[in-house]
């Protein structure tokens, strides 16, 4: 049976009818539980950083311009009440960009689907849309998988992060910019060499 929801009345029938170990077997050879693994996977700002540059700031599953994680909570820093920043996320305290803009690493194939933990299995997505595709894939969900971006036309506000690096201490002193600094700054050579001229 392809059809999941016709797994399901079956068993119903095969209930109804006073099969239940029948029932249970249909539905353990048709449609098994496999329980879900959680991935409290934590990656490096570096180990990021290398993820978002090769896939050029894209969100893979939208198609969408990502942004640069520094460069956000520094636009937070500068405008406060315009552009706020909660630490717990809070969506009544946290300006909505940070869903739909902020780059996170999604496993294209879920690892508790059986996708390895590894960068040919890492992608960039926003926060929404890593939050909503969970442990599903991307077939399930009908969504596509759009090709990486072009760095030399999106660097996801990176290089205005760095030129403004220079300028503000303050970047340096602070413990998440200096993080995701470093990070820029190891990935400095990609970043360069796909710089418009």
Not at 137 to 161: K, N, Q, S, V, Y
């Amino acid at each position: 049976m392809d059809d999941k929801a016709d797994i399901l009345a079956s068993c119903c029938a095969m209930i109804a009818s006073g099969a239940l170990h029948e029932a249970a077997a249909l539905m353990a050879r048709d449609y098994p539980f496999t329980p879900i693994i959680r991935n409290g996977r934590q990656y490096t700002a570096t180990q990021s950083m290398q993820v978002f540059l090769r896939d050029g700031f894209i969100d893979r599953y939208s198609g969408k311009k990502l942004v640069f994680p520094g460069a956000l909570r520094l636009l937070s820093i500068l405008m406060p009440t315009a552009f706020p920043f909660q630490p717990n996320w809070k969506s009544d305290s946290c300006h909505f960009a940070y869903y739909e803009l902020f780059p996170t690493i999604d496993h294209h194939i879920p690892v508790a689907r059986g996708g390895l933990d590894e960068m040919d299995n890492w992608i960039s997505t926003s926060m929404l849309r890593n939050a909503a595709k969970a442990n599903f894939t991307i077939e399930e969900l009908g969504w596509p998988l759009h090709p990486c971006g072009d760095l030399g036309a999106w660097d996801g506000l990176t290089g205005w992060f760095l030129q403004q690096s220079e300028i503000r201490p303050e970047i340096r002193t602070d413990p998440y910019l200096a993080r995701w600094l470093k990070a820029a700054q190891s990935r400095l050579d990609v970043i360069s060499a796909t710089a418009a001229p």
